[in-house]
C-alpha cells in the first residue's frame, strides 16, 4: 500500500498545531482539518485517514504515539506525540526515489544563473569572492524562521541595559563639558600659513593675514582649527623629519629636526571659551533636575565638593585603617622595572604586602601598570579581593596629537600605551557602568604623570561626592574630592574631623616611639661617642644633633593648613556622608528624598569646587 | 538711520577684531577627548592623527618600513591555507610534529573574535615541539579571555618555557568595525571594551643587542590602531605586520580556533601557513612546504639599507666603538 505523502507532509508540518489546544491530538478533529487544507480535489475516508496512522507509525515506530495506544484505532482516540525527525527521514526516503530527476533539474538552472557565460574567466573567479552576493543568495535559500530568529539573537546580544544608557544620557546632560578644538588634518594648511607666520623665540610673534584673505577655505580653517607651524630655524635640517620629542625637546636650539608650534587665533579661544561656559551653566541647571539619580548621592546639585585633603607619608608603613573606606582608590606605584637587578624585586613584594584590602569593603580599584608588572598587579588585585573586569589602555600621544613611536620605548617593541587594571570588589550597584570607553587618548606630561581624563572618568562612574584615595600620588594630583597620600606630596592637610582624629592618634604614638628610639639610639651613640671620643678627638658633630623626625613637622604644616583655608567646622556632617557606606545609603534612596540645599551661598561654593578645576 | 548705524558698527569694528581674532594664543591647548566622547559620542581614539601612517613625519622610519616590506616579501613562502574543523586542529597539529616533523618559529594563536578555543591548543598541545628555539608565540583574544588564560600561562611549567614579553593591542576605531567586540563578555565590565589584547612570548634565548640577525627590535609598537583598508577580513594586517617585523624567521604559522563564517573571510598571506576552518584555500602540503622553506631559507637576510635604518641597543655601538 502507497503512503499518503500529503498526510506525512501534513503531520510534519502541523505537528505543534495539532496537539495543542484546541485540536488537543483528536484524530477526528486532526482529519476534518487535514480534509479542510486539501480541498476538494483529493478526498479520502477517515478509513483510509486511519489506515495511513496506522503505516506510517508502523514503518517509523513510536512516531506518532497514540494515549490509549490500542489497536486497531479508533476516530476517537488522541495523538499526545508526534515525532517530527523520523517522520522528516520517512518522507526524505519517499520523496528522494519520487523526485530525482526534478531536483537534478533544479540544479541545472541553478547553476546557470551563478555563472554568467558571457563574463570573463576573470571576472567569474570575482563572483566566486563576492560575499555581498553570496550574503543575499544565501538570504534566500535561508528559511524565514531561521533569518528571523538571528536577527533577534544578534539584536538581543547587542541590547545594552536601560541603566548604562540612562547613565550615558545623564553625563551628557550634567557633566562639565571641557573645552574643545579640533584639529586640522590638512597638512598643506600648515605649510601655507608657515610662510605668513613670523617665529621668533619659539614663539609666534605675528601673522600677515592679508596674504591668505582669498583662500577661505583656509581662512575658515584657521579660525576654527588648531594649527601646527613648523618652526624652521637656520639649523633645521628638514629632510631628517620632525622631533622625537618636539615641544619636550631640551635642545630646542640646535636640535636639528623639524619642531612645530601650535597655533590657535585668540578669538577662536575666547569664542571657544564662551560657548563652553554657557554650555555648562546649562549643564549646572540640569544638574538641579534630578531625572536619574542611582549612584549619586542625595545632594548632588547643592552639596559641595571635599577640598583637597592629603598625607605626606611613607605608604609602606601607614596606617590605613586612619583613612576609613573608600569608594575608588587609584594606585599609581613606582614598578622596579629593571628586570636584571637581583633586588629588584623586594620593591614588588612590598608592593604587595601593602594592606590594600582594609581601604574598600566594596569599591574599584584603579592600579596602573608597566611591563612585566601587569602580571604581578593581576595578582596582586587578586589577594585584595578584587576581580580584573577592565584593562584601560592610555594611548600616549605627543604635542601633533600622533601616537609615540621612535625613541626605544620598550624592551622588544616600542611602547606606545599604558596599561590600567581596573578591579572590582564586591558588588557595587551604585556603579554607573559604560559611559566611558577602556581607553584614553591624551598627551604625555612630566615623567609617569598620569592622564587626568581618568578622574573624570571615576567622577562619572561613582559620582561627584564619593570618597576617593590616591595613593603614591604628587603634588599635582591633589584635587577637591580626593585624598591624596604618598611621599612626595608637600605637607599634610585633613578636613574629615574623623580622620584628623586618627591621625593625630597614630602621630602621637608613632612620634612617642620615634621618640624611645631615638632616646635608644642617643643613649647608643652618646655610648659611641665617648668611646670614639676616647680613641680620638675629631670627630666634632654627634649623630644626635640631626634633624628632628619629620613628622611633626607635618602636625604643625597641618594646623597651619587648617588655618590658611579658614577651614573649622563645616565639614563635620559632610565628612560622615561620605564614607563610602553611608554614600550608598544614600544613593539608594529615591530622587524625592533630596533635601532642598539650594541655598546661593551653597551653589557659589558648588561652582567654585565643581568646576574649579576644569 | 537704523541700517546706518549697523553700517558704521560692522564698519569700525571689522579692521579691529581681525587683528586681534588671528593673534596667537599664548598657552598651549590640549583637547579632553575623554570628555568629548562623552557629550558628542566621537571616539578618542579617532582624534590620533597618525592612524592611517603611524610613522608620519619620520622618513627614516619611513623607509624602513618600506624596506622591511620589500626584504619580507622578497623571502616569504607562498601563501599556505589548511582548512581544518576547530576540534581536528589539535590532531592535524600532532600530525605535523610527529610525523612531518614541522616546526615553526611564528606561532600565532587565535584573531579578533571572542568565541575562540585557545585553551584546547595550549593545554593538549606539545607546543614546546612545535614552535622552534629561539622562537616567538603570540595570542590574540579579548583582553577577558588573557586573563582566563593567564592562570594558565603563569604556571611555572608553562612560564618556564614561554617567557611573557610584550603586551600587544588592538584597537577597533568605532562601534562599526567588524573589530569592535560588541557585548560578549561584558556583562561585569565598568567600561565599555574598545580592544583586543596579545601575549607575545619568548621562548629560547635571543638578545635584542647581538641577535639582529633573528630580531629586529623596537620596529613596530605595541599599539595598533584599525586602518580604513583592514575591513571585511577576520585578521587585519597589522597582526601579521608586528610579527613580520619583529622575527625575521620566514617559518610562521597561524592557527584560528575559530569559526569566523563566511562575512569574514580569513584571507591567505605569504609567508605563512594558516590554519582556520574558514580559510579560503586549502593547499597546504608538508614536503611541499618544506621544499619551500629549503628554497628561501629559515631567516629573511640582512641587508646593509635596514641594518643603518633599523633602531639599535645603544650597548652595542659602545661595543663597536
Redesign the interface.
Known sequence: MMINLDILTFLIDNNLDILKYPILGKIVDIFAIFQMIMGSNNRITIDDFLSQLQIISGITEGSIGIKDGVNPLDPDEIIDFIDVFSLKILLNQLTQRTVTPKKKEVVGTNHETIIDHSKTNAEKLLDL?D?KQ??NK?NLQNDTLVKNLSIKVKKL????PKSFQLA?ER??ET?P???????C?DKSHSVILADI?YIANN??QS?Q?SKITDNIDLLDC??SK?HFIPNIKPQTDL????CSYL?TCHKLNSCRY?HYI????????EETKQRTQALNEIKLDNLKLPFYTHGYCCSTASKVKLPPQWIKCDVRKFDFDILGKFSVVIADPAWNIHMNLPYGTCNDIELLELPLDKLQDEG?LFLWVTGRA??IG??SLKNWGY???????W?K?NQ???????G??????????E?LL?G?KGNPLW?N???????????TRETSRKP??LY??IE??VGPHARKLEIFGRDHNIRPGWFTIGNQLTGTCIHELDVKRKYDKFIEVSSKQKQQSQKKRQHNNNNINNNRQQSSASLTVPSNMMPQAPLSSNKENYYYNMASRGVNMPYIGQNSMNTSFNNNVFNSLPSYYMPSLNEPQQQQHQKQYYYGYQ | MFSQEIYSNVKTNEPKTKRVSFRATKEFHTNNYTNHYVHNGSFPQKHVSNIENTVDGYPKLQKLFQEKERQIANYATKPFGCKVNIDQIVPTLNKWIQKDHLCFDVVMIGCLTDNQFIYPILSQLPLDRLVSKPGFLFIWASAHKINELSKLLNTEIWAKKFRRSEELVFVPIDKNSPFYPGLDQDDTSLMEKMQWHCWMCITGTVRRSTDGHLIHCNVDTDLSIETQGAQNVAVPEHLYKVAENFSTATRRLHIIPARTGWETPVKLRSGWVIMSPDIMLDNFNPKKYRGEISRIGCNVPLKNEIEVLRPKSPVQKAQQN
Open positions: 569572492i560575499f553570496a550574503e544565501t546580544l547587542a541590547t545594552e550615558r553625563s551628557k557633566f563639558v571641557s573645552e574643545y578644538i579640533p584639529k588634518n607666520i614663539k609666534i601673522i593675514i584657521v579660525k588648531i629632510s631628517l623629519g620632525d615641544d623639524l601650535q597655533y590657535i587665533p585668540e578669538s577662536l579661544v574599584v601587569i602580571e593581576k595578582d576581580e580584573v573586569v577592565n584593562e584601560i589602555s594611548i600621544t601633533l596629537g600622533r601616537t609615540i613611536v621612535t626605544r620605548t620598550g624592551h622588544w617593541l616600542n611602547h606606545s600605551k596599561h581596573v572590582v556603579l557602568k559604560h559611559i566611558d570607553v577602556d581607553l584614553i587618548v591624551s598627551t587626568d581624563e573624570e572618568i562619572r562612574l
